[in-house]
Nanobody
């Protein structure tokens, strides 16, 4: 079984920054695709960013976060990060880490990010 535990959420003013972390434990995940999703109040879940655990290809980003968010990984620490800069009020959401091979089979519980204007 694979466990994903997120941390790093909090409250910040617009224009500020936060870094989310997702620690992965359990079976080896070398062939996994890791991603961040978010769900804002009253809205559907939205893809934010994804990265290959092996480093294949370039990371993918939603248009709404391109140029502001950066996804990265530290294989030695089994951790995926989401650096969020220039935060906007519309970035307020619960952010969840996900991982899997052909589908996102494993999900974390989520961490709340609140951006005040």
């Amino acid at each position: 079984q694979v466990r994903l535990i997120e941390s790093g959420g909090g409250s910040v003013q617009a224009g500020g920054s936060l870094r989310l972390s997702c620690v992965v434990s359990g079976r080896p995940i070398n062939n996994y695709l890791m991603a961040w999703f978010r769900r804002a109040p009253g809205k559907e879940r939205e893809f934010v960013a994804a990265i290959s655990w092996r480093g294949d290809g370039d990371p993918n980003y939603a248009d709404s976060v391109k140029g502001r968010f950066t996804i990265s990984r530290d294989n030695a620490k089994n951790t995926v990060y989401l650096q969020m800069n220039s935060l906007k009020s519309e970035d307020t959401a619960v952010y969840r880490c996900a991982g899997g091979t052909s589908t996102y089979d494993y999900w974390g519980q989520g961490t709340q990010v609140t951006v005040s204007s």
